[in-house]
């Protein structure tokens, strides 16, 4: 307390930045890395890893290397310059101590040592430091090592020579703080998602990814290496190798000219969805944003004029819309800005408006004379256009069909619907369960005043292999809609969804911990991705998380999730050492527990565990839905048998 006392004393403009430190990071962590759960741990990897990207973006890295270590802590190395060791003037100690322990301070706020940047607008290593319980860093440079430590942001000795070096470059370690962080399990798959993304979008980088808390049967520990060549083109047909492609390669649009260089790639393919992944400087813009719209005017007006020439549209006797030009398209568009401007609730919406004019210059230019030089594919995406019109009015008059269906029923609530008592969407909350046998038991056991339930015959509808009409005719997934109460049409978008009317602001997926119960799960999961997606955005969407197994002995009983929980509770109970008076239910259906079991276990908000459905990659997201969902069986059995030695598979 003393320490900041003195420091109140002195305040001045020279010791603002230092007052400015990492105290107000541990105190409220969530105002500089967005949260303090899975998403925020994993934002620390991604800032130590943006500054080499930034070295690499330089002209001075081209590989970096990642690596989990066994107790959880991360190791990012590059061969980069390193960061500067040499006494910095003003702060009176080492640069590198400056970089580590105050905000704002670093080369990207100087224009000659970074032309533009990805991380946190220059707080990014510094939060790291200030939220890591332990953090090590060595530098290599000018032929030496220089090493500091730090606990909480706070440095343990100065920086200090320990040895002599024959490469350069920097290498970082940290521990997160267990009494910050609400989760503390990296998961693997969401750093090689970023590592793979960043891979496509700097062609010529490496980066590699070790995992050494997972092993194969060798002693070998998990990795993976991404190096792109071909950059934003290979990025598309990455998100594309599920699907059947209209043209044979993707439409490579450069524009390297200053101040804003841009980078889009573009294809086609035979799917009904639009797949648009956006990125400033890097990072992953979720909401879109100026170069977003400036992409999709100039897609729609050049399309449309191409159309208009050809004459095709005449004969199609079609009204053609925005929307049409874009459904079956993959595009990635990459721009460098050098302060841009963030906007949204995510804060991850560009909102610079001179980036909108030099996007859609761009686009407009290499689009039309890619359609005048490749007029065959030109006459494949009219095609796909017309047909995406024609397809379009049909799923408007499906949608209108159902929410029409819904007005003349009087309440418009499905007959299985058993709803409740509250009004309130805030306070109330929808199980969506498979079969009925399990619904029954979901019925007694609920809450009747907050918990609806809505049990579904069968599987769904693959809405991946479907054309939109025909969703709209399938029953449950018009039960779903109407039940939710969600209506489509808003801002002059009839397939846009309106959540003005949704009527729970919980919707539980709850299906049987099984291999068929797993794949109802995926296509509700889909249907939401596809049609419903502001409702995982809001965070409406949550899975839930019935128990594996029954262990007991006597009256002595205790459920458990996971394999780990399962052979910790037999120890418990056999203390005598005789395992095999333990008993071990493994229940394979929900209908296997009563209704009590139901609710003690999985529906109760005092005792259960619940999943709340994120989309961290949108990119990802779309390719991993394609390609469970979608046509094309190689991917997927890629996909089982790289993944199956990583997974807890029931068969």
Known sequence: MSDITDQVKSYSADSIQVLEGLEAVRKRPAMYIGDIGVKGLHHLVWEVVDNSIDEAMGGHCDTIHVTINENNSVTVEDNGRGIPTDMHQKEGRSALEVVLTVLHAGGKFDKDSYKVSGGLHGVGVSCVNALSS???????????????????????????????????????????????????????????????????????IKLTLKDLREKDNNGIPRHEEFLSFGGLREFVNYLDDTKEVLIPTPLYIENDKPPIPVEVAISYNTSYQENVVSYVNNINTHEGGTHVAGFRRALTRTLKTYADKSGLLEKAKVEITGDDFREGLTAVISVKVQEPQFEGQTKTKLGNN????????????????????????????????????????????????????????????????????????KLCEIYLVEGDSAGGSAKQGRSR?????????????????????????????????????????????????????????????????????????????????????????????????????????????????????????VKELAKDGKEDSVGIQRYKGLGEMNPEQLWETTMNPDTRTLKLVTIESSAEADHLFSMLMGDEVPPRRDFIEKNAKYANIDV
């Open 134 to 204: 332990a953090l090590k860093v060595n530098v290599y440079r000018e032929g030496q090592i220089w090493e500091q430590e730090y606990s909480k942001g706070a440095p343990l000795y100065p920086v200090k020579i320990v040895g002599q070096a024959d490469r350069r470059g920097t290498t970082v370690t940290f521990l997160p703080d267990d009494t910050i962080f609400t989760e503390s399990v990296y998961k693997y798959d969401t750093v090689a998602a970023r590592l793979r993304e960043l891979s496509f979008l700097n062609k010529g």
């Open 354 to 425: 001179d980036v909108m004019g030099a996007v859609d210059i761009a686009v407009g230019e290499m689009l039309q004379l890619y359609l005048e030089e490749n007029p065959r594919e030109a006459k494949l995406i009219v095609g796909k256009v017309i047909l995406a019109a024609q397809a379009r009015q049909a799923a408007k008059k499906a949608r209108e069909m159902v929410q029409r269906k819904s007005v003349l029923s009087g309440s418009g609530l499905p007959g299985k619907l058993a709803d409740c008592s509250e009004s309130d969407p």
């Open 449 to 569: 005043q907050f918990q609806a339930i809505l049990p579904l015959r069968g599987k769904i509808l693959n809405v991946e292999k479907a054309q939109e009409h025909k969703i709209y005719e399938n029953e449950e997934i018009r039960n779903m809609i109407t039940a939710l109460g969600v209506r489509f049409g808003r801002d002059d978008d009839d397939r846009a969804l309106n959540i003005e009317k949704l009527r729970y602001h919980k919707i539980i997926i709850m299906t049987d911990a099984d291999i068929d119960g797993s794949h109802i799960r995926t296509l509700i999961l889909t249907f939401f991705y596809r049609y419903m997606k502001d409702l995982i955005d809001k965070g409406y969407i949550y899975i839930a998380q019935p128990p594996l197994y029954l262990v007991k002995k006597g009256k002595q009983q205790i459920y458990c999730w996971t394999e780990q929980q399962r052979e910790v509770a």
